[in-house]
Nanobody, 124 residues
C-alpha cells in the first residue's frame, strides 16, 4: 500500500510561482512512475505532468508546457511540481498519483494510488 501526501498549495497572484511536494510512503516508491493531475470545479480531472521511475522521462499536459516542471528525489520519496508563470485558469485541486509501473502514463486510470489533493488558487 502506498500513501501519498501533498504539500505546498495556496493562494498566489497571476504570474507568480508555487512548488508542490508529494511525499510517498512505502519501500517501492523508487520503482513507480508518478504523476500530478488537477481538477477544477465542474471539470474532469486532467493531466498536469508525469515522470517515470528514474526521472529520465517526463510528459506534460498542453496547458502547462513550458511553465511547469516535474521532478523527483527517490532518496526522499518525494516528487515535486514547480509551477511558474501561474494563470487564473491554473486554479484547481492538484493531486499526486502513483502507478505500479516504472513507465510514466498520461491517463488517470493508469494510476492506482492518489493523494488527498491540495488547493491551488491563482488570483488575477
Amino acid at each position: 500500500q502506498v500513501q501519498l501526501v501533498e504539500y505546498g498549495g495556496g493562494l498566489v497572484q497571476a504570474g507568480g510561482s508555487l512548488r508542490l511536494s508529494c511525499v510517498a510512503s512505502g519501500p517501492t516508491f523508487t520503482t513507480y512512475a508518478m504523476g500530478w493531475f488537477r481538477q477544477a470545479p465542474g471539470k474532469a480531472r486532467e493531466l498536469v505532468a508525469t515522470i517515470d521511475w528514474n526521472g529520465l522521462n517526463s510528459y506534460y499536459g498542453d496547458p502547462v508546457k513550458g511553465r511547469f516542471t516535474i521532478s523527483r528525489d527517490n532518496a526522499k520519496n518525494t516528487v515535486y511540481l514547480q509551477m511558474n508563470t501561474l494563470r487564473p485558469e491554473d486554479t484547481a485541486v492538484y493531486y499526486c498519483a502513483s502507478r505500479t509501473f516504472r513507465s510514466a502514463s498520461t491517463t488517470t486510470n493508469a494510476y492506482s494510488y492518489w493523494g488527498q489533493g491540495t488547493q491551488v488558487t491563482v488570483s488575477s
